[in-house]
């Protein structure tokens, strides 16, 4: 079955970085579209980046622009995310997640997550 794996989170402190790791499994990872989710206490879930296939096209949500970086190793089955410049309004449950059609409204496959808290 389908399995998308998160690591690389934990606590840093404001300014820091960290660089999250979702190693999937169960798929041919080279033709998804895969993203980076995130939900913050009481909040919804919001977008936090995508790249696509070739990993050549990426999106960042403006919350994150010139802060965070999306890349994809196609040969490791793996998305990274690395995380710059953290604010204490990025602390939530970061999860990634694929789809096969980069156009539909729903991911296909999500990960369980995994949690970045920011302290001041």
């Known amino acids: 079955q389908v399995q998308l794996v998160e690591s690389g989170g934990g606590l840093v402190q404001a300014g820091g970085s960290l660089r999250l790791s979702c190693t999937a499994s169960g798929l041919t990872f080279s033709t998804y579209t895969m993203a980076w989710f995130r939900q913050a206490p009481g909040k919804e879930r919001e977008f936090v980046a995508g790249?696509?296939?070739?990993?050549?096209?990426?999106h960042y949500a403006d919350s994150v622009k010139g802060r965070f970086t999306v890349s994809r190793d196609n040969t490791k089955n793996t998305v990274y995310l690395q995380m710059d410049g953290l604010k204490l309004e990025d602390t939530a449950v970061y999860s990634c997640a694929a789809v096969r059609d980069a156009t539909a409204t729903r991911m296909d496959y999500w990960g369980k997550g995994t949690l970045v808290t920011v302290s001041s």
């Open positions: 790249i696509s296939r070739t990993g050549t096209t990426t």
